[in-house]
């Protein structure tokens, strides 16, 4: 796994082991980036929700963003993390929370112009943490929320102001971008 565009464009990112963690391929990647470049039209701060390896937030960061937060509940992962902030340069742009993604949405305050969500495959909370998002005070009108999934846990097509805007699969992972107050 590596970052594929921008400042840190080549480095190579540690990835935790195990089964838990199913790290995102760069063709999956590469299509989300792909997809921002055309639909985001701010890059200013960025949620990395799930965050495991931090790929798209660093991948973010490599591109234009300017800040980044990172969020999983794993302290391997945090390592890990804070190992590819490090490794990439980009530590000083970004902070990592080691809790809970439903946890942190409750205590932080910045507004995320970008969100990712990836939780593992076995996990059926996206749709909740998406509800909870979508009324939160996290995102504003025009941000964006990026959720990779499995098709096993349909996700809605609405969340209180979050509309789907495009979903594309690759292989098992499914790619779903939700804009706030955009209607297509």
């Known amino acids: 796994m590596r970052v594929i565009s921008g400042k840190a464009k080549g480095t190579q990112l540690k990835a935790p082991s195990g089964r838990r ?11 989300i980036f792909s997809i921002l470049e055309n639909t985001a039209s701010c890059w200013d701060h960025v949620l990395d929700l799930y965050a495991g390896s931090g790929a798209l937030g ?3 960061l490599s591109r234009k963003a300017e800040w980044a937060d990172f969020v999983d509940r794993s ?3 945090c390592g ?25 949405i ?14 593992p ?24 929320i990026v959720v990779c999934h499995a098709n096993r846990f ?3 097509l609405d969340y209180d102001g979050l509309h789907l805007i495009e979903q594309r699969r690759y292989g098992n992972t499914f790619i779903s971008l939700y804009q706030k107050g955009v209607k297509r």
Do not use: Q
């Not at 205590?107 to 969500?117: A, E, K, P, Q, W």
């Not at 076995?122 to 009108?141: D, G, K, M, R, V």
């Open 121 to 144: 495959y076995s996990n059926p909370c996206a749709s909740n943490l998406l509800a909870a998002l979508a009324n939160s005070e996290l995102i504003e009108e025009n941000s964006t």
């Open 21 to 31: 963690t199913r790290p995102i391929t760069n063709l999956a990647k590469e299509a």
């Open 80 to 104: 890990i993390i804070k190992y590819n902030l490090d490794r990439t340069g980009l530590s000083s742009k970004a902070h990592i929370y080691c809790c809970r993604a439903s946890k942190s």
């Open 106 to 119: 409750t205590f932080l305050n910045n507004n995320y112009n970008i969100v990712f969500m990836d939780p």
């Open 154 to 156: 349909p996700l809605s």
């Open 58 to 60: 660093i991948e973010a």
């Open 75 to 77: 302290r391997r992962s």
